[in-house]
């Protein structure tokens, strides 16, 4: 199992890198700058030809791919014929593009990927079946009361459809509804195998929110599909909301809970960091459910390595584009190289840092998220 989660690790990875290098070398091409080399793969040759002003080759590690940028190895000089084309000659807005790029790329595929997320794949939706009735709610630690739908006689199993005559569909409908009514007595439509019946529950009041004392039948979920059009509004505001959410999770990373997690000082959560090791196990879990699951999964991947290649810190791209910043409002130019050993510093943390999950991940793997 170790085998095929690295395997599906190393060529995910492997597809990530080499998109971001595309988005890079498009958006070199587009604006004018000199690209020398792209390359599909590491290492030595397999095979290579020239087209133009670039060369192309396929490398032997097939792990992704790199993009060869006239003027951005600082220790490489640049002919003289070429240096109006290289990219420390090219305007600002133009650099920044071509920084940009690859995490655009990435963004773009995560929006495409929600948008098949909702249409045409669809997505699973839980109905508003009773998994379990709670015999006894806990108010506090010092009051705990009977459940209200144990009280209205509910059963594993029973399918609500209905709260005070309002129709509910899906689980969340229920939930709205329910909790907008805190410590009013509402009258349920309930469905028990072919027999339907109302009966009637005295919600109790927690925390303003009306509550009734039941948990979700996880399993039993339906296909809802949006219209493309409605999908597309969808996925930009699900890209939105996944973004906030992967800034914060990686503002996290840099917390000092991490760091005692990391090197053992505290348990590890459900909530913390991943490898890729672990990236892949998700993704793992997330395919054996179903391709709507896998590719939500898949966008949010996505996104998490667009978001992450913008961290203002060399050597990445987002470091770059603090350069191109400060370069801008200062007027003068910043010499790359000084940045080396900061760039190396921050190489040599991740890569620990990296590492260490990766060991936790093989020895110890986080539950699959999917499986109550």
């Known amino acids: 199992m170790i085998v ?11 597809f990530m890198i080499l998109t971001h290098e595309l988005g890079h070398y498009f958006a070199a ?3 004018g700058i000199k690209v020398e080399q792209f390359s599909i793969g590491f290492g030595p040759e397999i095979v290579g030809w020239d087209r133009g002003e ?5 490398k032997w590690f097939l792990a992704g791919g790199s993009v060869r940028i006239l003027g951005m190895d600082p220790d490489k000089e ?6 109006p084309r290289s990219y420390y000659s090219a305007a600002y807005w133009k650099r920044a593009v071509v920084i940009l790029a690859g995490s655009v790329v990435h963004v773009l595929i995560a929006v495409l990927l929600f ?6 794949i669809g997505y699973p939706v839980l109905t508003g079946r009773v998994g379990e009735v709670q015999k006894e709610v806990e108010i506090s630690e010092e ?3 009977e459940g209200p739908a144990y009280q209205a006689g509910l059963r594993d199993g029973d399918l609500i459809t209905a709260v ?3 129709e509910v569909h899906d689980w969340s409908e229920l939930s709205h509804e329910l909790s907008s009514r805190p410590g009013e007595v509402v009258t349920l439509d309930v469905t028990r195998d072919e027999d339907s019946f109302k009966t009637e529950a005295q919600l109790l009041d927690v925390d303003g929110n009306g509550y009734v004392g039941i948990e979700v039948d996880l399993e039993d979920t339906y296909t809802e599909r949006s219209n493309p059009v409605k999908a597309v509004w969808q996925a930009l505001k699900t890209t939105g909301q996944v973004t906030v959410l992967l800034v914060k999770g990686i503002g996290k990373l840099f917390s000092l809970s991490t760091l005692r997690m990391i090197v053992g000082m505290e348990p590890r959560t459900e909530e913390g960091p991943r490898s890729i090791v672990g990236a892949a196990q998700l993704t793992f879990h997330a395919a054996g459910e179903n391709l709507s699951i896998f590719i939500f999964v898949i966008a949010q991947l996505f996104l998490f390595l667009a978001i992450f290649n913008l961290i203002p810190l060399p050597p990445f791209d987002g470091g770059h584009l603090l350069v191109i910043i400060i370069e801008k409002i200062s007027g003068r130019t910043i010499d790359i190289r000084k940045l080396m050993p900061l760039a190396w510093a921050v190489i040599i943390i991740l890569s620990l840092v990296a590492l260490r999950l ?3 991940d093989i020895l110890n793997p986080m539950s699959n998220p999917f499986k109550p």
């Open 78 to 83: 640049v002919p003289e014929e070429d240096v």
């Open 115 to 120: 948008f098949l997320f909702f249409w045409p």
């Open 54 to 58: 670039t060369r192309y080759s396929i």
């Open 164 to 166: 005070d005559g309002v």
């Open 29 to 31: 091409k587009a604006v």
């Open 4 to 14: 095929v989660w690295v395997i599906v690790a190393v060529l995910f990875i492997a």
């Open 143 to 145: 009051e705990v009361v």
């Open 358 to 360: 990766a060991v936790l």
